[in-house]
């Protein structure tokens, strides 16, 4: 099953806004709605920060949203703040595996 | 508080095994189909296998699949992974995740297998 595809990295200057791209196919994110985002900061657990496309789970900042066209969804990050570097990846349900796939990962940079 | 505490990572030889363990604890365990994701060296994150709540459940990565077993003990609140036959790509960060549908909810702070000779 192949890895669903993210940019390796991005960045952006603090109060700036940020959207990470997770493309797939119509076996994943084309045909439903169950993409989630992990935020990753090295050495400590990934955290969720969106489920279901679009939903954010309790305790996490209305900063971040997720949203999906096509094949491809995506994270938002409003008003970045340095806390915000990190990895982000995204994880998708598909027709090809009842495990589910991720994407690569995205190091997000904050200047 | 939310806990996922892994143990039972190591340095192993090729070919050999492994027995990872999952506690977990300030959630309800039965609540949770309960996974192993793992990350290799410099690599992204990759799903190994989930278990359901009643264990009768069970899926695995077509990598590990005949090689690794997963089970649980809702009594004591926690998941088990065992690895056998390893290999040097099974050299991983093993995360224990607690999975409601489609997303992970809980994640623990990750174990370390390294398979070297």
């Known amino acids: 099953q192949s890895a669903l595809t993210q940019p390796a990295s991005m960045s952006g200057s603090p109060g700036q806004s940020i959207t990470i791209s997770c493309t797939g196919t119509?076996?994943?994110?084309?045909?439903?709605?169950?993409v989630s985002w992990y935020q990753h900061h090295p050495g400590k657990a990934p955290k969720l920060v969106i489920y279901?496309?679009?939903n954010r789970p309790s305790g996490i900042s209305n900063r971040f949203s997720g949203s999906k066209s096509g094949n491809a969804a995506s994270l938002t990050i409003s008003g970045l703040q340095a806390e915000d570097e990190a990895d982000y990846y995204c994880?998708?349900?598909?027709?090809?595996?009842?495990?589910?796939?991720f994407g690569g990962g995205t190091k997000l940079t904050v200047l | 508080q939310v806990q996922l505490v892994e143990s039972g990572g190591g340095l192993v030889k090729p070919g050999g095994s492994l027995r990872l363990s999952c506690a977990a604890s300030?959630?309800?365990?039965?609540?949770?189909?309960m996974s192993w994701i793992r990350q290799a060296p410099g690599k992204g994150l990759e799903w190994v296998s989930y278990?359901?709540?009643?264990?009768?459940?069970?899926y695995y990565a077509d990598s590990v699949e005949g090689r690794f077993t997963i089970s649980r003990d809702n009594a004591r609140n926690s998941v088990y992974l065992q690895m056998t036959s390893l290999r040097a790509e099974d050299t991983a960060l093993y995360y224990c995740?607690?999975?409601?549908?489609?997303?992970?909810?809980?994640w623990g702070h990750g174990t370390l297998v390294t398979v070297s000779s």
């Open positions: 995740a607690a999975r409601y549908n489609w997303h992970v909810v809980y």
């Open positions: 300030g959630f309800t365990f039965n609540d949770f189909y």
């Open positions: 278990i359901s709540s009643s264990t009768n459940t069970i």
């Open positions: 119509s076996s994943d994110i084309g045909n439903f709605n169950f």
């Open positions: 279901d496309v679009s």
């Open positions: 994880n998708s349900y598909t027709k090809s595996s009842t495990l589910g796939v």
